[in-house]
């Protein structure tokens, strides 16, 4: 029998969100999660776009991601809780997509969606290289779609509700924004002895944001705290990050790829020559590493696990955060599957 599906939409009313609640037709509820930030006046403006659809709106009691969805998931009734971020358009038919593959009722069983740069803007070198290099690792999954918890990207997510509710949800005390859905991914993997993940095809939708180095030297800085709370929370694992940037702290950078990033940072990728695309990358990965070990040697030493899981770089919202940040930050990079 089809689930009923709740889709959560967890927001800080900083961006339009018609084209997002439009794009949930099919779903049988929709509940907006309001951060607990959001003043009266963002509030009128969000309520005002769920009416448009017929949403609901529920205000979190702390600032977060995190907490933004739990309130949105636990106020909602369907069987099937899709996690989708504000800044995620559906492709028509994703939501029965993620419906469907749940047909079975399997508890274990977790569904995600891509989501994929507009087509109808110029997308830069460097935003195409975050996204596939830092922000997701979607080329690591296998052709049948199959993976694990590692994968497990809250920007675009079905979980089943009762899988949901025997972990209680995203930890918003120790996670608020920021590896939150690799906590819970590994959480819930622990709680169903072993969490299947499936990419579908047909479940994801566009991307509807911007990235600019500018905004990822902030948060670059926001992910090396997070994922130092995310390896002391699961010892087991180890600090991925933070062991690619010392080994990419080893090299030095091409003399020319300063200028290579510069051109990388306003042109397509397809405008630039394969050579002048890996110089710009390699001097994106050094300056970035360089803003994550500073900070990352503020904190306490973390001592690293035996499992190859640590998070890959990615997103995270600050939007649901204290820093203010624009595009796509409420979610953290995947992990490395084990060994």
């Known amino acids: ?64 991601a995190s907490a933004a969805r739990n309130a949105a998931w636990r106020h909602g009734t369907g069987d099937l809780v899709l996690l989708v971020d504000d800044d995620v358009v559906l492709d028509p038919g994703a939501v029965d997509a993620h419906r469907a593959a749940h047909a079975a009722g399997d508890p274990d069983r977790v569904t995600l969606g891509r989501p994929r740069w507009p087509t109808d803007r110029r997308v830069t070198a460097f935003e195409t290289w975050v996204d596939e290099a830092l922000q997701f690792r979607f080329a690591e999954i296998p052709a049948d779609g199959e993976t694990g918890w590692w994968h497990l990207y809250s920007c675009c997510a079905a979980i089943p509700r009762a899988t949901l509710e025997r972990v209680d949800g995203f930890d918003e005390v120790r996670f608020p924004f920021g590896y939150e859905d690799l906590d819970l991914g590994r959480r819930l993997d622990r709680a169903v002895g072993g969490l299947r993940v499936r990419l579908l095809p047909d479940g994801g939708g566009i991307h509807d944001t911007r990235m600019t180095l500018t905004e990822w030297r902030t948060r670059i800085r926001r992910i090396a705290r997070t994922e130092r709370d995310f390896v002391r929370a699961h010892p087991d694992l180890d600090a991925h990050l933070h062991a690619r940037f010392v080994a990419t702290r080893g090299h030095r950078p091409p003399r020319s790829g300063r200028v290579a990033a510069a051109i990388g940072e306003r042109a397509p990728a397809g405008r630039l020559t394969e050579a002048v695309r890996r110089r710009a990358a390699i001097w994106w990965e050094h300056d970035l590493a360089a803003r994550f070990l500073e900070e990352w040697a503020r904190g306490p030493a973390v001592g690293g696990g035996d499992e190859r899981h640590g998070p890959a770089v990615g997103g995270g919202d600050e939007r649901h955060g204290p820093a203010a940040g624009g595009g796509d930050e409420g979610r953290e990079p995947g992990a490395t599957p084990p060994s």
């Open 1 to 64: 029998m089809s689930p009923t599906v709740t889709v959560v939409l967890p927001t800080a009313g900083r961006r339009p969100l018609e084209r997002t609640l439009a794009a949930t037709a099919g779903a049988d509820e929709v509940v907006l999660g309001l951060d607990a930030t959001v003043g009266a006046a963002g509030e009128a403006a969000v309520c005002a776009a769920a009416g448009t659809v017929g949403a609901q709106v529920v205000r979190a009691d702390a600032p977060g």
